[in-house]
């Protein structure tokens, strides 16, 4: 395409009046032959204006690569550049930029370094570099892009501020080229840096808030079947460990913890030697033999916190399967290669170290498994995005997570759009009241640190975990309750097909919902029978516990088929039953209360 091209010069018309939201067959990285109509659209308005930056979010999967080259090919058509420069985060995405804008009739050299100064090859349009490459030469980089007209495609931006050199070095290197393409997934951090070439605009408290030129949200792309639907099946269970001062410790996740203690229990749901994890691995990959029975290329990810955890996950995978599991750890030569490789196989799983976390396009990639301790939001929607990306319609993708809060509201929050937000000046005092904080802090860990250093018998360890199935999320609902692994109702959820429209995919999670609740009910209705043998009575906090646990459980249940509130099926049972609230309830009052709810859910 080319600045002649009607569809991008037709005044007064949408990008919705050319083409469909989405085209049959996904095309390879830049070379769509047909944009999509959110690309049209996009690429109209920056024709319009013409501007030096321009800031572009478009959900993973989007097809932010077809955009910017498309673009950068009109923008060379019609001399507004003649080079073109593409910044990306690694080493494997300068390459993966390199093959897609070859498709698209660019020519970038990925293999440039700074040790060839401003020869890259009278052959080629331009470069693609890492934003460590330009932070150690910005100079360099600089006199570069100084050297033509060039737009710089600045990929994943928010990594310009990853740290203050970074930031300074962009701004140097490219603070005189003559365009300037931003583009992001997740356009926001987790910090107060800021992105180069970004416009922050104040708000009323005092802090700034990122402008985006043209935003294409997950929402959006979900409901032009662009990007899959992704369903989080989340696993709690109980776990115990020993704290680093010698104590045994026991939680399950998901049950209001201090913040301290859901870390603890998380960390130990990660152990690779525990219960929790394989598990939770083997229903990832029963979920996966579902899906491959009408996507039989689909492929699965876990994303791992550290080397000795991956190795371990993909060891157990490989017993599991018994086929070679592809292992990405981001200190190996040859791991763009294994990427590749996977990428353009039908093996079943690939096991990696945050490398996989961004940018990097593996489309067949439909179920996951976030075996990793990073809650931020942007890393987790940057996970996510690994399996987003769409081949054809239907296609959905399975997350498979722990039941942690941070988890669970990222999760429920997916659709959410989000800007970078940098905080406004704080007050003297305030400054002061963080600098005493902090050196406050940094006290107690000294003294935590020589008092753990004076008696070294105690350490962190993973006694032992449990899995079983919480519950499935999807759209921001929830769906389900506890199952045991390998039980019916577990493999009721795990066992729906790989090809749904969003719309299927909710209603099957409703009818998997409904019927879970009532072999749940059909279940505890055996327990009303008296015992054949009589059994030694339990101590009267212990029952009241379970039957408190078995009541909210039901309650829980009874709620997701009627859409009830809890509080307002709890006020009820307490009006037609009587009694008082649970907490002062007797086992008599609780039980009458169940045994309310389990005729109301039986069918």
Same mark, same amino acid.
């Given at each position: ?42 690429? *109209? ?27 950068? =090919? ?103 080229? *003559? ?27 005092? =802090?700034? @808030? ?6 294409? $949200? ?55 030697? $525990? ?102 939001? @942007? ?42 937000? @940098? ?39 993973? @006694? $032992? ?21 390998? =039980? ?64 909210? =459980? ?50």
């Amino acid at each position: 395409m080319t600045d002649s091209d009607p569809a991008l010069h037709l005044p007064g018309t949408s990008a919705a009046e050319h083409l469909p939201p989405a085209y049959p067959e996904r095309a390879a990285h830049g070379t769509a032959g047909t944009l999509r109509a959110w690309q049209e659209e996009a690429i *109209r308005k920056y024709l319009e204006v013409g501007p030096r930056d321009f800031l572009a979010s478009a959900t993973p999967g989007a097809g932010k690569t077809t955009f910017a080259l498309r673009l950068a =090919s009109i923008l060379r058509a019609n001399h507004t550049v003649s080079q073109i420069i593409v910044v990306a985060p690694t080493e494997h995405l300068k390459t993966q930029w390199a093959d897609a804008a070859m498709r698209a009739g660019i020519r970038l050299n990925p293999n440039y370094s700074n040790s060839d100064g401003l020869g890259y090859g009278r052959h080629y349009h331009g470069v693609a570099v890492t934003y460590a490459q330009v932070a150690m030469k910005p100079v360099q980089h600089r006199l570069l892009t100084e050297h033509a007209d060039t737009l710089v495609i600045l990929d994943e931006v928010h990594h310009g501020g990853d740290a203050l050199s970074w930031g300074d070095a962009i701004r140097e290197a490219y603070g005189t080229a *003559r365009r300037r393409l931003s583009l992001t997934g997740t356009p926001f951090r987790s910090d107060d840096a800021p992105i180069p070439f970004v416009e922050y605009a104040p708000q009323g408290d005092g =802090s700034r @808030l990122s402008l985006t030129d043209y935003d294409y $949200g997950y929402g959006r792309a979900l409901a032009d079947g662009i990007v899959r639907p992704v369903i989080f099946m989340v696993y709690a269970g109980k776990m115990r460990w020993q704290t680093s001062a010698g104590e045994e410790m026991e939680a399950s996740l998901g049950e209001g913890n201090t913040k301290d203690i859901t870390s603890q229990a998380w960390r130990t749901a990660l152990d690779p030697s $525990g219960e929790w994890i394989s598990k939770v691995l083997a229903a990832a990959d029963r979920r996966l033999t579902e899906v491959r029975q009408q996507i039989p290329d689909a492929g699965g990810l876990v994303i791992a916190t550290d080397h000795a955890a991956a190795k371990s996950y993909a060891a157990q995978l490989q017993q599991i399967t018994g086929e070679e599991v592809a292992l990405i750890l981001s200190d190996d030569s040859g791991a763009s290669e294994r990427i590749d490789e996977y990428s353009k196989g039908d093996s079943r799983w690939m096991v990696a170290v945050r490398m996989v976390s961004e940018g990097v396009d593996v489309p067949r990639l439909a179920v996951g498994v976030y075996a990793t301790s990073s809650s931020t939001p @942007l890393f987790f929607a940057q996970a996510i995005g690994r399996f987003v990306r769409s081949r054809r319609r239907g296609e959905v993708a399975s997350v498979f997570i722990p039941n942690v809060p941070a988890l669970m509201q990222l999760a429920s929050e997916l659709e959410k759009e989000r800007n970078h937000v @940098l905080e406004g000046p704080k007050s003297a005092e305030e400054m002061w009241d963080a600098e005493a904080a902090l050196l406050a802090e940094a006290e107690r860990e000294d003294r935590a640190s020589d008092e753990l250093a004076e008696d070294e018998r105690f350490v962190y360890q993973a @006694l $032992g975990s449990d899995a079983h199935f919480d519950r499935a999320v999807f759209d921001g609902t929830e769906f389900g309750g506890y199952a045991e692994v390998e =039980s019916e109702e577990e493999l009721d959820f795990l066992g729906f097909p790989g090809l749904l429209e969003p719309q299927e995919v909710k209603a099957l999670l409703q009818q998997r919902q409904a019927k879970q609740a009532r072999r749940s009910a059909d279940r505890q209705g055996i327990l009303e029978h008296a015992p054949e043998k009589a059994e030694a009575p339990e101590a009267l906090h212990r029952t009241l516990g379970e039957q408190r646990k078995l009541l909210n =459980s039901l309650v829980g249940m009874y709620s997701k088929v009627t859409g009830e509130a809890h509080k307002d099926i709890h006020t009820e049972l307490r009006r037609s039953c009587g009694g008082p609230a649970v907490a002062q309830a007797s086992v008599t009052q609780i039980q009458k209360r169940i045994d309310t709810l389990r005729r109301r859910l039986r069918p």
